[in-house]
């Protein structure tokens, strides 16, 4: 008895169900088997194992919550892990669907402009001490050069590459006042100079009083310098007649984002 006693209590579980099972037996006999006023089992062994019998059903109830509470918990974090799995193939989805739109658009650039084009990101703008520094992540050894030209896929101008390194090339952006091109009002015969300006980011400059154009008017390259004609220069954002001059003085609000970070497409003419 003492050695399957001495057995049992390195079985916790087994003991614990030892004792639940004998106060359970206690408590039966107590309760039924009793002789008038009599009991074979004194009252404060029956309420002891009453009282220790309830203490066990309470510990079993316990026992059964934390139980169903680390089902919940891992549960959960099975959930967590789903949930990210499935936000990561999201993400990816999302990335092949903006790469197939852009893959689309670039076929169609090199139909209607220049079959020699080579895809890059930019992965660096701000403004330097000598104008802005927009940095492409490709350079000679994937074929940019020193003048080619910069644009989105959707055909909007962002500048001409300015030097050429191994692995990375800087573009004079259209903000920079060192950046022209020639651009015309869509569906005008106007024609001005399209000029970076900085703070007032573009300007079209020799657009005479009796020119017309107006805010909102769309302003797209001629094709009569090095750019490529119809590439999306920006939008007219300020007209102002100038009485006492010669010209107007008009800004441009460049299609092209200040702060623009992603693909790109470098074309080589």
């Given at each position: 008895m003492i050695c399957w006693f001495i057995k049992l209590r390195k079985s916790p579980l087994k003991l614990l169900s030892f004792f639940i099972l004998t106060a359970l037996i206690i408590f039966i006999i107590g309760r039924y088997a009793s002789f008038g006023r009599f009991s074979i089992v004194p009252r404060f062994v029956i309420d002891s194992s009453a009282f220790i019998f309830g203490r066990f059903e309470y510990l079993n109830r316990f026992?059964?919550?934390?139980?169903r509470f680390r089902s919940l918990a891992d549960e959960n974090n099975n959930l967590k892990k789903n949930n990210f799995n499935l936000l990561s193939r999201l993400a990816m989805l999302d990335i092949l669907e903006q790469e197939n739109d852009f893959l689309k658009n670039v076929l169609k650039i090199k139909k209607e402009i220049s079959p020699d084009i080579i895809y890059a990101n930019i992965f660096n703008v701000n403004l330097g001490h000598d104008g802005y520094n927009v940095l492409l992540n490709k350079g000679s050894k994937e074929g940019v050069k020193k003048g080619d030209i910069v644009i989105t896929e959707q055909k909007a101008l962002l500048g001409i590459v300015e030097?050429?390194?191994d692995n990375f090339s800087r573009v004079l952006f259209v903000f920079d006042p060192k950046f022209k091109?020639?651009?015309?009002?869509?569906?005008?015969?106007?024609?001005?100079i399209a000029k970076g300006a900085y703070q007032d980011k573009m300007r079209l400059e020799l657009i005479s009083k009796e020119d017309k154009i107006k805010e909102g008017d769309i302003l797209i390259t001629t094709g009569d310098d090095m750019f490529p004609p119809?590439?999306?220069?920006?939008?007219?954002?300020?007209?102002?007649s100038n009485e006492s001059g010669i010209f107007k003085n008009i800004r441009i609000n460049p299609a092209i984002e200040e702060q623009f970070l992603g693909r790109v497409i470098v074309l080589s003419l």
């Open positions: 026992a059964g919550e934390l139980k030097d050429v390194s091109t020639t651009a015309k009002v869509l569906g005008s015969d106007v024609v001005g119809a590439l999306l220069v920006g939008f007219i954002s300020y007209v102002d």
